[in-house]
């Protein structure tokens, strides 16, 4: 049988382009081997049962790495993991049982070494999908049944049981401490208002005034928060049930809380920057505030940082800030300029996706951990995916699985698991840290009326805006 993958055994790091198509066919020829069909030695498409087949070890075979990652990332768009867990076992454990006790024990312990290999590509890689106590159940089984054949292959399977359930624990304290710091910034921000009134200065720039220094510690929390995001919650947050499949929807319950809580974190940082420069009374501190953020824009911009970048420039633009024309007509906005055009949404993001290029390409040929950070403008990496996953049938006519598409979509997440696994070289600072991810910062109406109250309305309808803002807010307050 041909090779599994058109990507020669591992995927390219190099930025994926919906303008080029990733299948080039020279010589086109198509060939099938039983219910699996190849186009120029490529994978193309298969049946479900036959691409489960395909996926199982046995002694004088293993599949590609691309195939396992492809498969087991994308199989959720037909039925739960656990089935696939459960129908995988049963084929390891079924293909091994002649009868014959002694010779069962031999061809356990030639197989074993492979059963482990896969199993550890699927707790390494997709290790959320062990939440589900099944799942644990499963592998539980398995080092059983591989323990009567080969004493090594359990020992290597109690040491991956072992580092999964510490995976699963550090994530259990990740989303807590994510949830106890919500709940903190999710306070009413008074103290906010009071300062404000009051003039007081306690803000970000007298946490950090060193633009450089606070783009590093934003792009902390984005390596942080990108670590653990499961390569499964892209499929997952756009998973649709298959027709073809009678079981219950695995989506149901969309398992993708930490990509939400990512986006959560985007569009906090957004409405910190807006508050940051709404909040002063005097407009030589608005006006400071602008240029600080600009600067910190363009850092963010050097590091890699794009998502930062995106959500700074986002918070600039919002309504609130951008109305403030006073206060920009003090600031010098060429800098602002360039990053807007660099952040273009025109031509579907033509300069971004010219600038991610290009800082994909430096991670590949980095010296230095600072090098090869790469961190995308996260919303649109998801509407990629999602538009790949939509405009293309998971199903052929005839039945069959589209791998064509499933490649495709293996290909944009593998890039994003390079991305995410580079360690942040720039030092910590707890203080600057606290402040970013716990200050309370207004909500769209607060910050509209803090920014009409800081440069007064300018025509009828906005003053009608403050009023109703007003009210609004007053009886919120007396709730």
């Known amino acids: 049988m041909p090779p599994t993958t058109p990507y020669a055994g591992k995927f390219s790091t190099s930025t994926y382009n919906n303008n080029i198509h990733l299948h080039k066919y020279h010589q086109p020829m198509e060939v099938s081997y039983g219910d699996m069909c190849y186009h120029d030695n490529s994978l193309v498409s298969g049946s479900l049962e036959a691409l489960i087949q395909h996926l199982v070890p046995t002694v004088d075979y293993y599949p590609d790495r691309s195939y396992v990652f492809t498969f087991l990332l994308s199989s959720r768009l037909f039925f739960h993991p656990y089935e696939l867990m459960s129908r995988l076992c049963h084929l390891c454990v079924e293909q091994h049982r002649s009868g014959d006790l002694l010779l069962d024990k031999i061809r356990i312990r030639d197989v074993a070494p492979k059963i482990v290999q896969l199993l550890t590509e699927w707790t390494e890689t997709f290790p959320y999908d062990f939440r589900d106590e099944r799942m644990m159940l499963c592998l539980k089984e398995m080092s059983h049944h591989l323990a009567r054949g080969d004493e090594y292959s359990w020992r290597a399977m109690q040491q991956m049981t072992q580092r999964l359930i510490r995976r699963l624990a550090a994530l259990g ?27 007081q200065r306690n803000d970000v720039l007298s946490v950090c005034d060193n633009a450089f220094i606070l783009a590093q510690q934003l792009t902390h929390i984005e390596l942080d928060r990108l670590s653990f995001i499961g390569p499964e919650e892209f499929i997952q947050a756009f998973g649709v049930k298959d027709p073809h499949d009678n079981h ?27 508050t940051e420069i709404c909040m002063p009374v005097k407009k030589k501190h608005r006006a400071r505030a602008l240029e600080f953020f600009i600067d910190v824009a363009r850092e963010c911009y050097n590091i890699g940082n794009f998502n930062s970048l995106m959500a700074i420039i986002t918070g600039m633009n919002m309504s609130p800030v951008s109305r403030l024309k006073k206060t920009w007509n ?32 430096r991670s590949i040929t980095a010296h230095s951990n600072q090098e090869k950070i790469v961190i995308p403008f996260f919303s649109l990496l998801i509407k990629d995916i999602y538009f790949l996953n939509e405009g293309c049938a998971s199903r052929l006519p005839n039945g069959h699985v589209n791998f064509e598409k499933l490649w495709d979509l293996a290909k944009q997440v593998s890039e994003f698991l390079v991305w995410r696994q580079v360690m942040c070289p720039f ?53």
């Open 427 to 479: 030092e910590r600072d707890r203080k600057i840290l606290q402040y970013l991810v716990t200050t309370p910062v207004f909500t769209e109406d607060e910050l509209h009326l803090a920014s009409y109250e800081t440069e007064g309305p300018e025509n009828h309808l906005e003053k009608d805006s403050r009023r109703s803002l007003r009210t609004s807010l007053l009886h919120r307050e007396h709730r």
């Open 173 to 199: 304290q990740y989303e807590e401490a994510i949830a106890t710091l919500n709940a903190s910034a999710a306070e009413r921000p008074t103290a906010l208002k009071a300062k404000q009134q009051n003039g």
């Open 248 to 274: 219950k929807s695995f989506f149901r319950k969309r398992k993708t809380t930490n990509l939400e809580a990512y986006v959560a974190w985007f569009n906090r940082l957004s409405y910190l920057v807006a």
């Open 330 to 361: 003090k600031v010098n906005t060429d800098k602002f300029d360039i990053l807007e055009h660099q952040m273009d949404p025109s031509s579907n993001f033509s300069n971004y996706r010219t600038a991610l290029r290009g800082a994909t390409q």
